[in-house]
Every structure is written in structure tokens, then in C-alpha cells.
């Protein structure tokens, strides 16, 4: 198994309050995403990195911010936590981006994150 | 944008018995690849199966075989001999070979396996 990890596996917070979440890789991959999971969407993507200090946005990305400083970590940040964004969130890395060889994800564990 | 679509929510089958998991895609690229991935209950997402858009044979691997019909755009799961440890959600996606990365995933399709 790809080694990645979630940091926490769950949370539970108040809505205004800003929560961070940490996914850390050991496998040196360039690619990095953010997902949530909802029923009935399956997973969209949140934002995603193409390395270090390079991040740009994906579908849904209004009210999260990340950050990558160091090639094993990725942030994802809420900044004032609403009750929408209660989901699961799963962080997935990639080796490559396409361009001939094939992109599939590995995934983390997730982490399940409760606003009340 | 590209679309992913996996019209049935929930699907079973018999233990022992042989399912197929559709899905449908929405595309302009001509360079892509196809994914299959298991999300049993403990939430962790498996890659069971890829195919890549340029290869006229299906991709199979042990029980799992797919069908993919590059001009109907579609890219369906069989599983053969279900088996129990088989029951989860399986989500079809879709990576263009230029897209940085970037799947598109469909909505996912439970499946249930009888003993």
C-alpha cells in the first residue's frame, strides 16, 4: 500500500472555527489532491498540487485554502468551518499527471470531519 | 468538462454469480485512461482495474474484466465468481492524458453480494 496518511481521522467542530487538515505521503510523489465525499456526488476535487508551492483549484474550492511547503505534505484548510462542509475528506497522490504514463491515485485513508 | 456517469446506484448480485457495473463517459480527448475503484466499508479506496484509451484489448485482472467501447464511450465492470468481500461502492473515473492528474469521478454504484 502507498504510504499515506490522514491527519486527524476525526473531527468534530464548531462552525466559524478553522480546522486544518494534514495529509502526509512517504512515496516522493509530485501529484497531490484534496477530495470530499458526499452521498449521491461521489468524489469532487477540493484543490490539488503539482509540487512544491504549486497548487491550483478544483471544482469545488470556495471556503478551502491549501498549502504545500514540503513534497510529503499537504494542507487543507478551512478557515471559518460552515455546517456544508461536513464530509469525508480523502487525500490522494499520483506519481504522474499523464503525459504518457498513467496516472492512477492512491489514496488515503480519509478523514471524517463533523461542523455543527 | 468531462463527465462521468454510472447510472445505477445500487446493484446485487448471488454469491458466485457474475455482475456488470456500467458507466459512461463524456470526452473530447482522445488520450485517456479509465479507472475502476472499490471503496469497501472501511472507507479506504482500491484501485482494482485501469485501461488506457489506446489499447483496443480489455483490461483484466483475475475476476475483474471490463468492456470498454471507446466510441460509445463506455467502460463497464464484470465481476465473476462474486464473492462476499466483493460488497462495496465502486466509483468509475476518468483522467485525460493532459489533465495533470485531475480524475473525474462518477457518482458510484453499491453493490451488495447475497450468500
Known amino acids: 500500500d502507498a504510504g499515506i496518511t490522514q491527519s486527524p481521522r476525526h473531527k468534530v467542530t464548531e462552525t466559524g472555527t478553522p480546522v486544518t487538515l494534514r495529509c502526509h505521503q512517504t512515496?516522493?510523489?509530485?501529484?497531490m489532491y484534496w477530495y470530499r465525499q458526499d452521498p449521491g456526488h461521489g468524489l469532487r476535487l477540493i484543490h490539488y498540487?503539482?509540487?512544491?508551492?504549486?497548487?491550483d483549484k478544483g471544482e469545488v474550492s470556495d471556503g478551502y485554502s491549501v498549502s504545500r511547503s514540503k513534497t510529503e505534505d499537504f494542507l487543507l484548510t478551512l478557515e471559518s468551518a460552515t455546517s456544508s462542509q461536513t464530509s469525508v475528506y480523502f487525500c490522494?497522490?499520483?506519481?504522474?499527471?499523464?503525459?504518457?504514463?498513467?496516472?492512477?491515485?492512491?489514496f488515503g485513508p480519509g478523514t471524517r470531519l463533523t461542523v455543527l | 468538462a468531462q463527465t462521468v456517469t454510472q447510472s445505477q446506484p445500487e446493484m446485487s448480485v448471488q454469491e458466485a454469480e457474475t455482475v456488470t457495473l456500467s458507466c459512461t463517459y463524456d470526452?473530447?480527448?482522445?488520450?485517456?485512461?479509465l479507472f475502476w475503484y472499490k471503496q469497501p466499508p472501511s472507507r479506504q479506496m482500491i484501485l482494482v482495474i485501469r485501461?488506457?484509451?489506446?489499447?483496443?484489448q480489455n483490461a483484466t485482472e483475475n475476476r475483474f474484466s471490463v468492456n470498454f467501447q471507446k466510441a460509445a464511450k463506455s467502460f463497464s465492470l464484470k465481476i465473476s465468481d462474486s464473492q462476499l468481500g466483493d460488497a462495496a461502492m465502486y466509483f468509475c473515473a476518468y483522467l485525460a492524458n493532459t489533465n495533470a492528474g485531475k480524475s473525474t469521478f462518477g457518482d458510484g454504484t453499491t453493490l451488495t453480494v447475497k450468500p
Open positions: 485501461q488506457e484509451a489506446y489499447k483496443q
Open positions: 512515496e516522493n510523489h509530485r501529484y
Open positions: 490522494a497522490i499520483s506519481e504522474y499527471g499523464g503525459g504518457g504514463a498513467i496516472g492512477e491515485q492512491f
Open positions: 498540487s503539482y509540487g512544491v508551492k504549486d497548487t
Open positions: 470526452t473530447s480527448e482522445s488520450d485517456y485512461y
